[in-house]
């Protein structure tokens, strides 16, 4: 029981920083629907090109990758505040403070969550407004915010990990380049099928490409190898939670 109150006075103080800091809360809100206008309009003729056949449309097809890229980077910009906050050293009071260490990585993944789900609320609905077109039926779209809320946790969870070792803002870099470099080696612009050379062989092997594909295929009504993009998912947020409560136990040992 000693968890739940450290994971809530974790998340509130995390999301009122946030939210009432406007140099943290607008980034990580303007940069997906800069991303949505600027994939999903400036690139729609990319869905005349001859093998593109996606029913929904090609702003359907953009908006699940920027969701998901929203997911993601919610969880890590959660991670720089954890950095942020041992740089500070208000999360070495906190260590000393809190009865179950535990919940204050939880409490942080809490913030995470529901920082990115403000995020993903104004996206649906810009998205709603520019003819984001859905094939699916209910259970397909709470697919699609399910994978959504797993990749958020995976991201959050590997900048965590991060931040707790490292302990200083510098580390950010190092949270956020693995998680783009992932995000945008998977089939962003058009289906796998029509990528070629070594960027097709890229694709093929990322574990985000099958999320991806899964989450376009709810919308579409019609989702591929749902078990695997799950599967990849929550094995994906299993083994980073172990990675950042070993980052915990780094921080516990670093004092």
Same mark, same amino acid.
């Given at each position: 029981m000693r968890i739940w109150p450290v994971a809530q006075g974790v998340a509130w103080r995390t999301?009122?920083?946030?939210?009432?800091?406007? &140099?943290?809360?607008?980034? &990580?809100?303007?940069?997906?629907?800069?991303?949505?206008?600027?994939?999903?309009?400036?690139?729609?003729?990319?869905?005349?090109?001859?093998?593109?056949?996606?029913?929904?449309?090609?702003?359907?097809?953009?908006?699940v990758f920027v969701l998901l890229q929203s997911a993601a980077f919610g969880g890590v910009f959660t991670g720089f505040g954890v950095a942020r906050d041992f740089e500070t050293g208000f999360a070495r009071r906190l260590l000393l403070a809190s009865p179950n260490r535990s919940g204050i990585v939880l409490g942080y993944g809490l913030a995470a969550l529901a920082r990115w789900a403000i995020t993903a609320t104004m996206l649906t609905m810009i998205a709603l407004i520019a003819g984001l077109n859905i094939g699916g039926n209910g259970v397909d779209v709470f697919g699609l915010y399910l994978l959504a809320v797993l990749v958020n946790m995976a991201g959050f969870l590997w900048s965590c990990g991060i931040g707790m070792r490292l302990r200083t803002i510098q580390a950010g870099p190092l949270m956020q380049m693995p998680v783009f470099l992932t995000l945008f080696f998977a089939p962003v612009y058009v289906p796998l099928e029509l990528l070629q050379g070594w960027i097709h062989a890229v694709a093929r092997a990322n574990p985000v490409t099958y999320v991806l594909a899964t989450g376009r295929g709810f919308l579409a009504g019609d989702p591929p190898h749902v078990a695997l993009a799950f599967g990849l998912a929550v094995g994906s947020a299993a083994v980073l939670a172990l990675w950042a409560f070993r980052g915990l136990r780094n921080a516990e040992a670093a004092g």
């Open positions: 999301l009122k920083i946030v939210l009432t800091t406007p &140099s943290l809360f607008f980034p &990580s809100l303007l940069f997906p629907l800069f991303f949505f206008t600027a994939f999903a309009g400036g690139l729609s003729q990319v869905s005349h090109v001859p093998g593109f056949n996606y029913p929904p449309g090609y702003t359907t097809f953009q908006f």
